[in-house]
């Protein structure tokens, strides 16, 4: 009975701390049900997100701080979708007045809802890490990646190996974090893991809903493939490495001389 109450209240925090994308789901579901006439589908989900955006500041339920870490996540996320769909890797098929290079503005909430999910977890359930890496490894490691998914449609792809970097990298890594007054600890690449595999599942779900088209599901929808796990792997990997760091930066509390564990707060 302790461990299910405690996972309960594991899922009641986990819940919480993905407000943001929920809200986006729950718009891409409205939309696709009800339409407003002169507003394409694509202009109402990016009203609906920045209105989200405004209600989650002004209730408090994200500070200034944490709105800043999103939308350096909105700008990469944006550079990334403008890159992806003028190489074809998907599309965005429907009209929208927010469209541009055939990229829609609220895709851009869709990398910050990442980034908000990680700022309230980590507030939400007091995370700390131990072990971090020298500040330089992890600048290095997150350029190499963004690199890569630009770079990977010209020459060699190179996730594989940035995977087994990071397990060097990363090896020693812990993440603590509370559930009931109770503090618990996993690897800190297994926390990526877990949060690709479920950004995974959200993918599948918001290519159902019409967020966006992979090639081969234009006429009907399928399961995205199991491998585009690794994608959102590394992907976790940077949104991470940005907030701790920015939490180094606002807090002094992480790497250093004096303190080579590290604990980022």
Known sequence: ???????????????????????????????????????????LILLICVLAQIGMLVSKLETWDELKVICVFHVIGLMLELYKVHMGSWSYPEEGWSKIGGVPLYS??????????????????NLRITGWPLPVLTVLISAAI???????????????LLTALLFVVFGRTMVYFDVD?????MPL????????????????????????????QERTWSLVHIGKISSWFLLVVISVIIVAQLKHLKQGRGPSKDNPKGTVM
């Open 1 to 43: 009975m302790e461990f299910i109450r405690k996972l309960w209240i594991f899922g009641y925090q986990q819940a919480l701390s993905c407000l943001f994308p929920v809200i986006i789901f729950g718009a891409l579901g409205l939309t696709k049900v009800v339409e407003i006439p002169g507003l394409p589908r694509y202009d």
């Open 146 to 160: 963004y690199g890569n998914f630009f770079t990977h449609h010209y020459v060699w792809d190179a996730r594989w």
């Open 189 to 216: 690449v297994l926390s990526f893991l877990l949060i690709g595999f479920f950004i995974w599942i959200a993918e599948n779900i918001s290519t159902f809903l019409g967020a966006w088209t992979y090639p081969g």
């Open 108 to 125: 851009g909430f869709m990398y910050a809802s990442v980034a908000s999910y990680i700022c309230q977890a980590w507030r939400r359930m």
């Open 181 to 185: 007054g109770k503090t618990l600890r």
